[in-house]
C-alpha cells in the first residue's frame, strides 16, 4: 500500500479518490462495488461524500 493512497485516520483504511486513481475506474463504478461490499459486511464506510473512506471489518 502506498503512504501516499492511504488516509491518516483512527483505523486504518483507503480513500474512495485514492482507489479511483489507482484502479483507474470511474468513482461511480466503485462506489457500486463498495456499496455491495458494504451490504455483505466486507467493508466498514466511514464518511460520506467526495470524503468517504472504506476500511476492513
Same mark, same amino acid.
Given at each position: 500500500?502506498?503512504?501516499?493512497?492511504?488516509?491518516?485516520?483512527?483505523a486504518?483504511?483507503?480513500?474512495?479518490?485514492?482507489?479511483?486513481?489507482? #484502479?483507474?475506474?470511474? /468513482?461511480?463504478? !466503485?462506489? @457500486? +462495488?463498495?456499496? #455491495?461490499?458494504?451490504? /455483505?459486511?466486507? !467493508?466498514? @464506510? +466511514?464518511g460520506?461524500?467526495?470524503?468517504?473512506?472504506?476500511? !476492513?471489518?
Amino acid at each position: 500500500m502506498h503512504e501516499s493512497a492511504t488516509r491518516r485516520s483512527p483505523a486504518p483504511g483507503w480513500a474512495a479518490s485514492a482507489i479511483t486513481r489507482l #484502479a483507474g475506474a470511474s /468513482r461511480n463504478t !466503485l462506489k @457500486q +462495488h463498495f456499496r #455491495a461490499l458494504v451490504e /455483505r459486511g466486507a !467493508l466498514i @464506510q +466511514h464518511g460520506s461524500g467526495r470524503g468517504v473512506w472504506y476500511g !476492513l471489518r
